[in-house]
């Protein structure tokens, strides 16, 4: 029976443990087609889903790559990043303890050699690779690693993604075995839980110690990390630097990197024209522009990214159901999603609030879709005859505002009418961490989570921080703790159904559209097949200057 349930608990979390198999190197891929209209540019596109290879070019050690970003960082550490940006960088100081990547544990750039259970599945042994540093020079050791999964469930420190940590309400408990060992000793079994611990990393047991609010510490404004580049300097409103480790598990072939931080999306697309910018990604509606550069070539991926209008249940109207609903029906999804993206091959119409590639994913749901007469019944049945809603959005991105716009004018045929609320990138993240705020009915928001089911529980769970929609549903809660509990395979697909049905039925999330990724590049700069892991998963290590 424990062999049973270890072979589900692996088959069910798509992993592939040391016992099970062995590492692998593999890129995500995904299926899909360029997107259409753009023959001309298509020299230019480099197609990671089909596995398309890079130009050949002998790669040249060192030099610096500019890498736009469209804010500041609003904080490092990674066990405190909220934002994109923050997080972005953040990959290029820290080395994860492993990811997973198609599916299987990836040890490549992560701090794990291996990552083996027991036969119940509920005890996890890490063991690390050798002669680990961090920048300063002091030796990455099972001490760093047992102080961070204690830091991550420790309440006075708050750390956002804590429900990490624990299972079945316990805290996970870690014991070091050796400098290179450590245990991790579950209350119960999970079959989510390694699709969360890849998304921990670790921090330094000797600068931390003894920090009693670390997510505030202005030790964070000097970060030592343990990844493939060392902080520099960081200038608020212009830059964030770093240069490369040499002490690094692998070899590092760039001197550093620039963050350069250029918030209007045409300032930049100009400098990556004239060469004083090397990358960024770019939107959708950047693409027949920036594709067209001579200098540049253009990555397309698998995003692995959801774009959302969440309900804010903190005003009387989204408290409705019929009104959530209302506003379901009177949009028409495929439209939406064809003027927001500029291209139906630029995103596919999303109803699950899974990507389709997460475990358990499921269509088979109710399409509250382009039904305006239903929407006003909705309404009428709910007593609105003059409803108006505040949307929520960031006003330098420019698929949310084409979104925004969109629902705005569609909203308005069902008797709605939504007033536009464009806020700057850190105004707008400020705004969503304000667990109270009913000063907004609907906002916009994308995310980007991953294949392990379990992850999508912070975007509609009581309390949590990504639960924009304000959602308090006991029953939904213990779906979800209750699939993440469960070995038998059949049981979790049905619970996970279950969660992605109550979702849609009560409208809590208004999916929009799953989206392709695009990251521009000088083309001076190669290894972005390999340093694209997976979606928004970076290896920065892998980039190189050509010769």
């Not at 029906?329 to 500029?342: D, Q, S």
């Amino acid at each position: 029976m424990k062999k049973t349930m270890k072979a589900l608990l692996v088959t069910a979390a798509a992993l592939v443990l040391t016992a099970c198999g062995g590492q692998t190197g593999q890129t995500e891929t995904s299926q899909g087609e360029s997107p259409a209209g753009t023959t001309a540019a298509s020299e230019n596109l480099v197609d990671l889903e089909s596995g398309s290879e890079e130009a050949s070019g002998e790669a040249a050690q060192g030099g610096t790559i500019v890498i736009a970003v469209t804010a500041d960082p609003q904080n490092v550490n990674p066990l405190y990043v909220v934002d994109q940006t923050s997080f972005n960088i953040q990959q290029a100081l820290y080395s994860p303890f492993f990811e997973i990547v198609g599916g299987e544990m990836f040890y490549g750039n992560g701090l794990c050699e291996k990552v083996e259970t027991n036969e119940a599945c509920d005890t996890f042994t890490l063991t690390l690779k050798p002669d680990l540093k961090w920048h300063d020079g002091e030796p990455l050791t099972a001490d760093d690693v047992v102080f961070t999964m204690e830091v991550l469930v420790d309440e006075s420190q708050n750390v956002p993604y804590s429900s990490y940590g624990f299972v079945n309400g316990e805290p996970v408990k870690a014991e070091k075995v050796d400098d290179r060992t450590v245990t991790l000793t579950l209350s119960a079994p999970s079959a989510g839980f390694l699709g969360g611990l890849s998304q921990v990393y670790c921090i330094p047991k000797h600068i931390y110690e003894g920090v009693e609010n670390i997510g505030s510490s202005e030790l964070n404004n000097s970060p030592v990390g343990s990844g493939p580049f060392k902080f520099e300097e960081y200038r608020s409103g212009e830059y964030f630097r770093v240069s490369r480790f040499d002490d690094w598990m692998d070899e590092v072939y760039l001197d550093g990197i620039t963050f350069q931080i250029v918030k209007d999306a045409n300032s930049s697309n100009a400098a990556l024209a004239n060469g004083s910018i090397n990358a960024r990604l770019i939107n959708t509606d950047d693409y027949a522009t920036v594709s067209g550069y001579d200098n540049v070539t253009v990555y397309s991926y698998n995003s692995g990214r959801v774009d959302a209008m969440f309900m804010n249940q903190n005003t009387d109207a989204m408290k409705d159901i019929r009104i959530r609903q209302a506003v379901a029906y009177a949009l028409n999804k495929e439209e939406l999603c064809t003027f927001a993206f500029m291209d139906a091959a630029f995103a596919d119409p999303a109803y699950s609030i899974f990507t389709p590639d997460t475990l358990y994913y499921t269509d088979e749901l109710t399409k509250m879709d382009n039904d305006v007469e239903k929407a006003k019944e909705l309404l009428k049945e709910a007593g609105q005859t003059d409803l108006t809603l505040k949307l929520l959005y960031i006003s330098t991105d420019k698929t949310m505002e084409n979104q925004a716009i969109y629902i705005q004018s569609k909203l308005q045929e069902a008797g709605i009418t939504v007033e536009l609320n464009p806020m700057d990138e850190s105004s707008y993240k400020n705004k969503t961490k304000e667990m109270d705020s009913a000063e907004y009915d609907l906002i916009l928001a994308f995310y980007t989570l991953g294949e392990e089911p379990s992850l999508y529980s912070d975007m509609v769970y009581s309390g949590r921080r990504s639960n924009y929609s304000r959602v308090e549903d006991s029953e939904l809660d213990a779906l979800w703790d209750k699939a993440n509990m469960t070995a038998d395979e059949e049981e979790r697909r049905g619970l996970y159904e279950e969660i992605q049905t109550r979702i849609n039925d009560n409208t809590y999330i208004y999916p929009i559209a799953y989206s392709k990724g695009f990251y521009a590049v000088d083309n001076q700069f190669k290894g972005f097949d390999e340093c694209l892991l997976k979606t928004i998963y970076y290896d920065y290590s892998k980039i190189y200057s050509v010769q």
